[in-house]
């Protein structure tokens, strides 16, 4: 029996010493970690048990837990999860993809989970600030034609937010028991309320 063999049955979490693969396990029990329990509500250590890894090297990789959670939210808000890429009618597609994600059957930890529960803190605030111009507000008003598309971008982005806070955080009876077609139409005649140009 090799020493690997040995060490993987007497320390069944250790990792094969793979950089990208270890890295890869770390970021992906942090984006967990912290969009269940928020930048305060969880540490290195808890993150490093969890991917199976030391808190040292954790530090070795991401510097902090602020470095680590600078990376989570530039990855949770990189992806065009809410506001498409490339719309061909952003309101439409963005009111469905909010509607379809919201849905009570869902089983889903996203960026606004990750955004409400580390708000509080001032330097994740920040944090997330930045990500959210960088991704997320920055697709929205390049969907947008006309001034001040960055403003009428984020009013749509708080419009949004609301929506889900609602229906599913809170979850109020009659956003979350809404026919889906219905409350994609309603959401996506306040969308374009919000977003159009102003006259």
Do not use: C
């Not at 993987?8 to 029990?29: D, G, K």
């Not at 509607?99 to 920040?126: C, I, Q, W, Y």
């Amino acid at each position: 029996m090799s020493a690997v063999d040995l060490l993987a049955m007497t320390h069944p979490t250790a990792r094969p010493r793979n950089a990208a693969a270890t890295r890869q396990a770390i970021l992906t029990s942090a984006i967990t970690a912290f969009t269940r329990h928020g930048y305060d509500g969880v540490g290195v250590r808890d993150i490093a048990a969890d991917a199976g890894v030391t808190a040292m090297l954790v530090n070795r990789y991401f510097g902090s837990k602020e470095g680590l959670f600078t990376e989570v939210v530039d990855v949770s808000f990189a992806d065009p999860t809410m506001v498409p890429a490339d719309p061909a009618d952003v309101t439409a597609e963005t009111a469905r993809a909010l509607v379809d994600r919201t849905a009570p059957e869902t089983d889903h930890l996203g960026p606004f989970e990750l955004m409400l529960k580390s708000a509080a803190n001032p330097r994740a605030a920040e944090i997330i600030r930045a990500g959210i111009e960088k991704h997320v507000g920055a697709r929205f008003s390049a969907a947008l034609h006309g001034p001040h598309a960055r403003e009428r971008a984020e009013l749509g982005l708080a419009l949004l937010a609301g929506t889900w806070l609602l229906r599913r955080l809170i979850g109020t009876s009659a956003l979350r028991d809404a026919d889906p077609d219905l409350l994609t139409a309603q959401v996506t005649r306040m969308l374009a309320v919000v977003v159009e140009p102003p006259a």
